[in-house]
């Protein structure tokens, strides 16, 4: 797993998804499970060419409508698709970042995970916030936490993001697995629970459970 060649002393390490048990419950299907490409989004093309056509999706769009309790499927990615999160420290710094109460506000997020090049994530829009606002901080949030790690400035993502508005009779959970499965479709791990950098709230539903 080249991906994780840069993980450094165990003591750095995240917890890996592996040793928690609701990981097996929540992700069930096969990775490669036939999943409705307007549903879901596949690893990111370009940031002009998504690798799905999707309805519903909205490219490189700012102040764009948004629907509040509406559930989008987000992606943006790094200037370039320079593989910034192949760098162990980066991709941590930018998965601490995204646990701050003042980022999401009333918003919740889902279901994340982050890519050496890029960033999918299934977010609901809370009553404060339009999609792009909401956006906006999450990229702007992480961008300083890693840059901070770093010891970098200027810019680190791409201008914009896609976005994809789930339709009401979608299976949200089937988009979930679908998300923090692409390390294994890609070829970064065997497993999901190999990967560290990525979550999705129903793991720690099924463990209160």
Not at 143 to 168: C, K, P, T, Y
Request: hydrophobic share 40%.
């Amino acid at each position: 797993m080249p991906f994780l060649q840069n993980a450094g002393n165990s003591g750095d390490l995240i917890e890996p998804r592996a040793v928690r048990p609701p990981v097996a419950d929540f992700l069930h299907e096969d990775p490669k499970s036939s999943i409705d490409p307007a549903v879901a989004c596949a690893e990111a093309g370009p940031m002009n060419r998504p690798a799905f056509p999707l309805k519903g999706r909205s490219s490189l769009r700012k102040g764009r409508s948004s629907e509040i309790g509406r559930i989008y499927l987000v992606t943006f990615c790094t200037m370039q698709r320079r593989p910034v999160f192949s760098e162990w420290p980066a991709a941590r710094a930018f998965s601490r970042s995204l646990y701050s109460r003042a980022l999401l506000r009333q918003s919740r997020l889902l279901s994340w995970v982050l890519m050496p090049d890029h960033w999918h994530g299934l977010v609901e829009l809370g009553p404060s916030d339009t999609l792009s606002t909401l956006v906006g901080r999450i990229k702007g949030a992480t961008a300083n936490a890693v840059n901070s790690e770093r010891g970098s400035r200027g810019g680190l993502w791409a201008v914009g993001f896609h976005d994809h508005a789930l339709r009401r009779e979608e299976d949200l959970r089937s988009v979930a697995r679908y998300v923090v499965l692409n390390p294994v479709r890609a070829g970064l791990a065997e497993k999901a629970g190999h990967y560290p950098f990525w979550d999705a709230i129903w793991l720690d539903e099924e463990h209160r459970g």
